[in-house]
């Protein structure tokens, strides 16, 4: 079944063509043990920059769905006709899923999110290091006309990049109901680090630490072990 998977998987990402990478991890978390694939653009131009990135999870213990359980995008573009460091983001967030629910399947959509506002950022001299901030409104269509979120996205080089540490973190505003409260707030973080064997091919993983994130009421911590092809 996972070979199979793999290769719905190699023909739905041959179709990205200006993806910049492509990864596919295998996540070790409670309730998870899934495939993950991701495909990442980064894109700067003379008006700002593009990014993206579509994520793919292919079944999950706890959908118990034989396929694609669930599919997630976000978009962002950031617009700069300046010298100065900040831009204006401008970002959609929005995916759907399934789950298997006797006698009959169910399925889910994730709210669309619009976002906006300033971005700073700064990058070294040869490109090593860098970092992203972000302060935007948000608008979660059906639940939220105005919150709020904070995003800070990382990249770091060492021993002359064969290893990369990058990653990013979100705290936003979002009213979610559990079993047993009420919470108001979500934090989503996911380190990644890479060893990059050849200028294609890295081995490496991410650990995803969130809190009232995904349908899931307080901290959790569920870590990747994954391959990432550069194009």
Known sequence: MRILLLTILLATLSQIAN???????????????????????????????????????????????????????????????WEAPISINLEYNGGFGQFKATPFNGAYSINNAYLVGPSYSWNNANFSKGFTIKALYKYIKDKHDAAFQITGVWYMHFFSGKVTFSGFADFWREDNTFATKETSYVFLTEPQLWYNATKKLSVGGEIEISSNFGGNEGFMVNPTIGLKWTL
């Not at 998870?32 to 694939?37: A, E, F, G, V, W």
């Not at 990135?53 to 997630?72: N, P, Q, T, W």
């Open 19 to 81: 993806a910049q990478n492509l990864q596919l991890h295998y996540d070790f978390g409670d309730d998870r043990q899934m495939l993950t694939s991701t495909a990442e653009l980064f894109k700067p131009d003379s008006c700002g920059s593009t990014f993206f990135f579509i994520d793919f999870d292919y079944g999950s213990k706890a959908s118990d769905v034989e396929g694609i359980s669930l599919g997630y995008w976000e978009i962002a573009r950031e617009l700069k006709f």
